[in-house]
């Protein structure tokens, strides 16, 4: 494990990355969608080329060949390769997708280039496991990794939570991202350099042990999120009360944000 190097899948636009570069980490960033790719590259032109940052405009997948990528042309935060991914979003919140070849690489064969990383962030709507399950090829795991965690099935979840235990991970919290705008980073840092940093809704926010609350055990963890599960029941779209009209009217009127979280581990 390289404890300066980070690597982030689905960089998007380059929240995350640019804070972990700023904290001095070396960062290998992943980002399928093109055009944000060469945004992002624009962004970082500095981190690039000085070396401290390497971009690749891949997606990562089960093969190393080209693979149909959903650019979302509405929530460009929200680009996969999953095809059910991409009709629950446009179904369930009315967005547009359009198809795209990119270049496909494994996982695997990215970490046998770059290394293990101290921490690993992933952000691929629906395809995080594929990174997951890449680790189960090396004696030695990232110290901290996140995912975003499924809505859509209990048994998906505890299956998620069953392998980050497989591959050696201890200690977890579940980070609400709708609040990620709210997080504050810590001082002293307790990861690399301390630096002040307003992070945008929609990035993955603060990592490792400068994540907000306790780390909690897996039956912990489990424990909390039945009722989050609970909550997205009631309000989730399609929960309870957003499948009347006027409980929809109203929770839209509100500016209520479907919650949606990210599981981070710890060995």
Same mark, same amino acid.
């Not at 390289?2 to 972990?20: A, S």
């Not at 042309?73 to 629950?88: A, Q, Y």
């Not at 497989?166 to 301390?194: D, M, R, W």
């Given at each position: 494990?390289?404890?300066?190097?980070?690597?982030?899948?689905?960089?998007?636009?380059?929240?995350?990355?640019?804070?972990?570069?700023?904290?001095?980490?070396?960062?290998?960033?992943?980002?399928?969608?093109?055009?944000?790719?060469?945004?992002?590259?624009?962004? #970082?032109?500095?981190?690039?080329?000085?070396?401290?940052?390497?971009?690749?405009?891949?997606?990562?997948?089960?093969?190393?060949?080209?693979?149909?990528?959903?650019?979302?042309?509405?929530?460009?935060?929200?680009?996969?390769?999953?095809?059910?991914?991409?009709?629950?979003?446009?179904?369930?919140?009315?967005?547009?997708?359009?198809?795209?070849?990119?270049?496909?690489?494994?996982?695997?064969?990215?970490?046998?280039?770059?290394?293990?990383?101290?921490?690993?962030?992933?952000?691929?709507?629906?395809?995080?496991?594929?990174?997951?399950?890449?680790?189960?090829?090396?004696?030695?795991?990232?110290?901290?990794?996140?995912?975003?965690?499924?809505?859509?099935?209990?048994?998906?979840?505890?299956?998620?939570?069953?392998? #980050?235990?497989?591959?050696?991970?201890?200690?977890?919290?579940?980070?609400?991202?709708?609040?990620?705008?709210?997080?504050?980073?810590?001082?002293?840092?307790?990861?690399?350099?301390?630096?002040?940093?307003?992070?945008?809704?929609?990035?993955?926010?603060?990592?490792?042990?400068?994540?907000?609350?306790?780390?909690?055990?897996?039956?912990?963890?489990?424990?909390?999120?039945?009722?989050?599960?609970?909550?997205?029941?009631?309000?989730?779209?399609?929960?309870?009360?957003?499948?009347?009209?006027?409980?929809?009217?109203?929770?839209?009127?509100?500016?209520?944000?479907?919650?949606?979280?990210?599981?981070?581990?710890?060995?």
């Amino acid at each position: 494990m390289d404890r300066n190097l980070i690597i982030d899948v689905g960089v998007h636009t380059g929240q995350d990355t640019e804070f972990y570069l700023k904290k001095g980490f070396r960062v290998i960033g992943i980002e399928a969608h093109p055009d944000i790719y060469e945004s992002a590259k624009n962004r #970082l032109k500095s981190y690039v080329e000085s070396g401290q940052l390497t971009l690749l405009n891949v997606a990562v997948s089960p093969k190393d060949e080209p693979i149909t990528f959903y650019a979302n042309l509405d929530r460009s935060f929200w680009g996969t390769i999953s095809p059910e991914r991409v009709k629950e979003s446009d179904r369930a919140f009315g967005t547009r997708s359009v198809e795209m070849t990119v270049k496909g690489r494994r996982f695997e064969s990215i970490l046998e280039e770059f290394g293990v990383p101290y921490y690993l962030k992933v952000d691929i709507e629906g395809s995080d496991l594929l990174c997951v399950k890449a680790l189960q090829e090396f004696d030695t795991k990232p110290q901290f990794i996140s995912i975003e965690s499924t809505k859509a099935s209990w048994n998906a979840l505890l299956e998620e939570l069953e392998l #980050l235990k497989k591959l050696g991970y201890q200690k977890f919290k579940a980070i609400n991202q709708a609040k990620v705008t709210q997080q504050v980073c810590p001082s002293p840092a307790k990861e690399g350099q301390y630096i002040p940093y307003q992070f945008e809704y929609g990035s993955s926010g603060l990592f490792g042990d400068e994540t907000p609350g306790t780390w909690l055990s897996e039956i912990e963890v489990i424990n909390l999120y039945k009722r989050i599960f609970i909550n997205y029941k009631i309000f989730g779209v399609h929960g309870i009360i957003y499948s009347f009209s006027i409980g929809k009217i109203l929770l839209e009127s509100l500016n209520i944000k479907e919650p949606w979280y990210d599981t981070h581990a710890s060995l």
